[in-house]
């Protein structure tokens, strides 16, 4: 793992998240290219229904502009499909690498807190000593008064 106690960050390889990152990232690129991809799709092939819907005096050419246009509606229905599952998920990635980003969060807060602790129980060892210190002295004042050994005598 990558929680040893020497400094990790700018110096150090790059983990098992930020691959996964990286690789997330990626993903998420080639999603949104295939979105592009689709959208454009739809466009094209309304625009052409819609060139299409012209009305023509030949029978024959009306139920061949027919034909055309049930194939572009269909194309648009199946892009439209691709649409809704690219949404998905894009859903989805954009959940995952929140979850690597708040758990790399939450791995600097808790290297943050470990530090912090440490710090804390560094003051509190010499906050100890001094005062264990301080008491030593006042002892050795209290048994060495005059107050004392007058109250000893009497």
Same mark, same amino acid.
């Given at each position: ?18 691959? =996964?990152? =990286?690789? =997330? ?5 080639? +999603? !949104? ?18 060139? +299409? ?13 027919? +034909? ?11 892009? =439209?499909?691709? +649409? ?17 980003? !708040? ?52």
């Amino acid at each position: 793992m990558n929680r040893g106690g020497g400094g990790g960050g700018a110096g150090g390889a790059p983990g098992p998240t930020a691959a =996964a990152s =990286a690789a =997330a990232v990626q993903r998420q690129k080639s +999603l !949104l290219q295939r979105v592009d991809a689709d959208i454009n799709g739809i466009v094209d092939n309304f625009s052409h229904m819609v060139n +299409l819907s012209r009305v023509n005096d030949p029978p024959f050419r009306n139920s061949q502009e027919a +034909l055309q246009m049930e194939m572009r509606a269909a194309r648009v229905v199946q892009a =439209a499909d691709s +649409l809704l599952k690219l949404v998905s998920e894009l859903k989805q990635t954009a959940i995952f690498l929140n979850f690597a980003s !708040l758990n790399e969060h939450v791995e600097q807060r808790m290297a943050e807190f470990n530090q912090q602790a440490e710090r804390t129980d560094r003051l509190l060892e010499k906050i100890g000593e001094q005062a264990a210190a301080s008491l030593k002295e006042l002892e050795s004042h209290y048994y060495s008064s005059v107050l004392r050994t007058k109250q000893l005598e009497e």
